[in-house]
């Protein structure tokens, strides 16, 4: 079975940063695209950026010149790191991956249980 971690969410103030960690194990060959979403109270499930294997990214732009995606494939793990944060980022901020198990050329689309992010003051 895969799971996906993540971690590193919490109470920040305005302008404060934090960074959020996915870590995925489990029965992984390759991971493919990597993804951070989030879930603002009352709202949609967004995109909030995404990463490819061989480190295109794309932003919602809503966040884009504040945050960063990166992923560290021989740790299979992704970071998003949210500087300048503000009120509206305040949601349960979720990982998701395209991951390969062993003997497969198809990959699966998984999901983490999410992180909260409060910016508050």
């Known amino acids: 079975q895969v799971q996906l971690v993540e971690s590193g969410g919490g109470l920040v103030q305005p302008g404060g940063t934090l960074r959020l960690t996915c870590t995925a194990s489990?029965?992984?060959?390759?991971?493919?695209?990597m993804g951070w979403y989030r879930q603002a109270p009352g709202k949609e499930r967004e995109l909030v950026a995404r990463?490819?294997?061989?480190?295109?990214?794309n932003y919602a732009d809503s966040v884009k010149g504040r945050f960063t995606i990166s992923r560290d494939n021989a740790k299979k793990t992704g970071y998003l790191q949210m500087n300048s944060l503000k009120p509206e980022d305040t949601a349960v901020y979720y990982c998701?991956?395209?991951?390969?198990?062993?003997?497969?050329?198809?990959?699966?689309?998984?999901w983490g249980k999410g992180t909260l992010v409060t910016v508050s003051s």
């Open positions: 489990g029965n992984i060959f390759r991971i493919n695209t």
């Open positions: 990463i490819t294997r061989d480190g295109s990214t």
């Open positions: 998701n991956a395209n991951i390969v198990p062993p003997h497969s050329v198809r990959d699966n689309l998984y």
